[in-house]
């Protein structure tokens, strides 16, 4: 088994942070499952992943949510499901994902650091966009390439039945 590698499968995304503004790119999860925080300290521990403080995840908590961050670099590879893509990702999108860790020995320092290599796009978070699509396909939910034609009959009024 690979210790340097970590899966996590059907997590949810908290804040996807896609474009570099200073910070880098990242995607933060819910790690509330002590299954999904189990799995990151023992991984962090076994790597020894950190500057400050390397073998120690940092965990935030934020509205009785137990966060942990990713960085997405340059060859973090994004497929999605039913056409979901890394344009899906934000508040409340499902992933699985793998990330590695790996040693690095540079101007900045010496260490060891990780990142996202994959992240498969699950499902995505209910919006208001949605009940919208659900209103117009007439109750049903159909992805983008299958929208049910519409006829002289779905349609209750015309031009004709207004007077100008």
């Not at 020995?105 to 290599?117: I, Q, R």
Request: net charge negative; glycine share 8%; aromatic share 8%.
């Amino acid at each position: 088994m690979d210790t340097t590698k970590i899966t996590l499968r059907g997590v949810e995304i908290i804040f996807a942070n896609l474009e570099d503004e200073g910070f880098g790119r990242s995607l933060t999860i819910d790690a509330t499952d002590p299954a999904t925080k189990k799995a990151i300290t023992e991984w962090v521990k076994t790597n020894k992943i950190g500057k400050d403080t390397p073998g120690v995840p940092k965990f935030k908590e934020y509205e009785d949510r137990v966060q942990y961050s990713f960085k997405i670099n340059d060859s973090t590879r994004f497929a999605g499901n039913n056409g979901l893509s890394e344009k899906d990702l934000g508040f409340g999108a499902k992933v699985s994902l793998t990330a590695n860790s790996f040693e690095y020995d540079n101007k900045f320092g010496k260490g060891v650091s990780a990142s996202l290599s994959a992240v498969l796009v699950e499902g995505r978070a209910r919006t208001s966009a949605d009940d919208d699509m659900q209103q117009l396909t007439g109750g049903q939910i159909v992805p983008n390439e299958q929208v049910p034609e519409f006829s002289e009959a779905d349609v209750p009024l015309t031009a004709d039945d207004f007077p100008m």
